[in-house]
């Protein structure tokens, strides 16, 4: 999908440059083309992106992301870090308790996802679905110690391994990547 938007996008320019050649001054037809190619191209772009997210690869896709984004980068690295560092993984002041608790809004997205990955037809999506099975528990089970027991800042004695949770979520966004190859 990343390809199709670039191609969109020189089609988009090619056509300005083209249609760039009669009229009013050529820089300003040239400005005003591309200013239509580049339109035209996020337009032809953003329906392909729209019409991908209403199939089950986008659907993964999003799944996916939200893995990367809401459960990794805004919550397990960070705590991961806090631990180790007494900071977020960027080096920041952290407080682990706000932290924990938006953590604990996206993993209360978690469950229309464990349902909408277990409604997926097994012939063609058995990969993935075999991978969210070890990967949902995994993302439980690194939350809910959360609850029990919020860590302290650089506590060696805390032991919070995400190496599971790593495995599996990049598994699982290969199995991703090959629906959409």
Same mark, same amino acid.
């Given at each position: 999908?990343? &390809?199709?938007?670039?191609? @969109? =996008?020189?089609?988009?320019?090619l %056509?300005?440059? $083209?249609?760039?050649?009669?009229?009013?001054?050529k820089?300003?037809?040239?400005?005003? !083309?591309?200013a239509?190619?580049? *339109?035209?191209?996020?337009?032809?772009?953003?329906?392909? !992106? %729209?019409?991908?997210?209403?199939?089950?690869?986008?659907? +993964? /896709?999003?799944?996916?992301?939200? +893995?990367?984004?809401? +459960?990794? /980068?805004?919550?397990? $690295?960070?705590?991961?870090? &806090?631990?180790?560092?007494?900071? *977020?993984?960027?080096?920041?002041?952290?407080?682990?308790?706000?932290?924990?608790?938006?953590?604990?809004?996206?993993?209360?997205?978690?469950?229309? &996802?464990?349902?909408?990955?277990?409604? @997926?037809?097994?012939?063609?999506?058995?990969?993935?679905?075999?991978?969210? =099975?070890?990967? %949902?528990?995994?993302?439980?089970? @690194? #939350? /809910?110690?959360l609850?029990?027991k919020?860590?302290?800042?650089n506590?060696?004695?805390?032991?919070?391994?995400?190496? =599971? &949770?790593?495995? #599996?979520?990049?598994?699982?966004?290969?199995? $991703?990547?090959? +629906? /959409?190859?």
């Amino acid at each position: 999908m990343k &390809y199709r938007k670039w191609n @969109l =996008l020189g089609v988009g320019l090619l %056509s300005a440059a $083209v249609l760039a050649g009669c009229g009013e001054s050529k820089e300003e037809q040239a400005r005003k !083309a591309i200013a239509e190619g580049f *339109s035209s191209a996020f337009a032809a772009a953003e329906a392909s !992106a %729209s019409a991908m997210a209403n199939t089950p690869e986008g659907k +993964l /896709n999003e799944i996916d992301s939200y +893995l990367t984004s809401e +459960l990794w /980068n805004d919550g397990f $690295v960070d705590v991961s870090w &806090y631990i180790s560092s007494g900071t *977020s993984s960027t080096g920041d002041t952290m407080d682990i308790d706000f932290t924990i608790e938006r953590l604990g809004q996206a993993v209360s997205k978690k469950a229309a &996802y464990d349902s909408y990955v277990q409604g @997926l037809d097994d012939s063609k999506y058995a990969a993935a679905k075999q991978t969210w =099975l070890k990967l %949902s528990p995994e993302i439980d089970r @690194l #939350y /809910n110690q959360l609850k029990e027991k919020a860590p302290a800042a650089n506590d060696a004695s805390y032991s919070f391994d995400t190496g =599971l &949770y790593k495995q #599996y979520s990049e598994a699982f966004t290969e199995e $991703v990547e090959k +629906l /959409n190859n």
